[in-house]
């Protein structure tokens, strides 16, 4: 089934600190040319703001580039495993700090993981399809570095920080949604106190789940991959991003990677992407957006921006 919306505007928003593969270097047995060659990252960022501050910064990008009015929203989600505080949810507090008190918003987190933005989107869309919301403001924010123990060099070298958000209001234009969980108990990724992960078996997992998630939506949905303009993956290794080229015979300019500069940003870094990939193509794209993550979940959508 399709939902008919319209995607308004996205932001982004990156803290302005920069963590090096040298910086790693002299906190883990690790080195430059191992991370480059086995992930494809160079730098992550690491915020000294907050969760909400970062939602905050990137729903503000999104709000400024479309000059929008931010009284018009009723409904924010935010997606993120990395909230300081168990309640209230970052989309409370964002709805606070956007000045949107008096209205009448239906504001909530979801946790997703690194799918969240994915299954949030889905939901805002399906809410809006309702017509009862006239604008959704759907965000993915995370501050991995809070949850990342920087003396295991399997996942400190990944992970980084960053939000990215859109503004979505009910309209005309077709998206379609598919997201699926399967629920894991077997510890290969969890996050307790910090990330703790088996990164072959996750390896295993995202290379075998994205092709068939990209075909299933694409299949379910009569199109083709002539029809898509460009898929934009959640950014996790560039490895598996190659490997998924390779298997589908892809263009290399069809998949969108900033990998190399922002780390595995979690929920945040299929947001951020789009922002970015919009900021470069103004004029209207059918893009493809595919996650998976801990749960474990995975989604993709094909949406209009
Ligand atoms: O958002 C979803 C969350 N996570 C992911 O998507 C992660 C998916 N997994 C991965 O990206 C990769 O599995 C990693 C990047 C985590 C690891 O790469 P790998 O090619 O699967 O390496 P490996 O874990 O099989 O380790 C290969 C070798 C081992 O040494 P030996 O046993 O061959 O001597 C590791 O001990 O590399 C060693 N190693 C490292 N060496 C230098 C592991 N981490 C590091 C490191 N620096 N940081």
């Known amino acids: 089934m399709s939902y008919k919306s319209k995607i308004v505007s996205t932001g982004k928003y990156l803290p302005e600190g920069v963590i090096t593969n040298f910086d790693l270097e002299k906190l883990v047995d690790t080195n430059d040319e191992w991370i480059v060659s086995r992930t494809g990252i160079n730098t992550r960022r690491k915020a000294l703001e907050s969760v909400l501050d970062m939602a905050y910064n990137a729903s503000m990008d999104a709000i400024k580039k479309a000059e929008y009015d931010k009284d018009k929203i009723d409904l924010i989600i935010v997606a993120t495993i990395t909230n300081e505080i168990k309640s209230p949810s970052i989309a409370n507090l964002l709805q606070a700090k956007l000045g949107l008190n008096d209205k009448q918003v239906m504001a909530f987190d979801v946790n997703a993981a690194c799918t969240g933005f994915v299954y949030a989107l889905e939901v805002a869309t399906s809410l809006l399809q309702s017509w009862k919301f006239k604008s959704a403001l759907v965000v993915g924010s995370e501050k991995m570095t ?47 106190k910090y990330v703790k992960m088996n990164g072959p078996r996750v390896y295993q997992f995202a290379v075998d789940i ?18 898509i303009d460009v898929i934009i993956p ?41 922002a970015e990939y919009k900021e470069e193509n103004k004029d209207l794209k059918t893009i493809l957006i595919v996650g998976f993550g801990g749960g474990f979940t995975w989604g993709a959508a094909i949406l209009k921006i």
């Open 146 to 192: 809070n949850i990342v123990d920087f003396t295991d060099r399997n996942t400190c070298i990944l992970f980084g920080d960053g939000a990215g958000s859109m503004i979505v209001e009910p309209g005309d234009i077709d998206s379609v949604f598919y997201n699926d969980s399967k629920g894991d108990n077997t510890k290969i990724l969890e996050v307790d």
């Open 210 to 227: 994205i092709p068939k998630t990209i075909n299933k939506i694409l299949r379910d949905n009569n199109l083709t991959l002539d029809d």
């Open 234 to 274: 959640h950014q996790a290794n560039k490895r598996i991003v190659e490997s998924i080229i390779k298997e589908m015979n892809l263009s290399d300019d069809k998949v969108i990677l900033n990998i190399d500069r922002y780390g595995n940003t979690s929920a945040a870094s299929i947001p951020i992407t789009i």
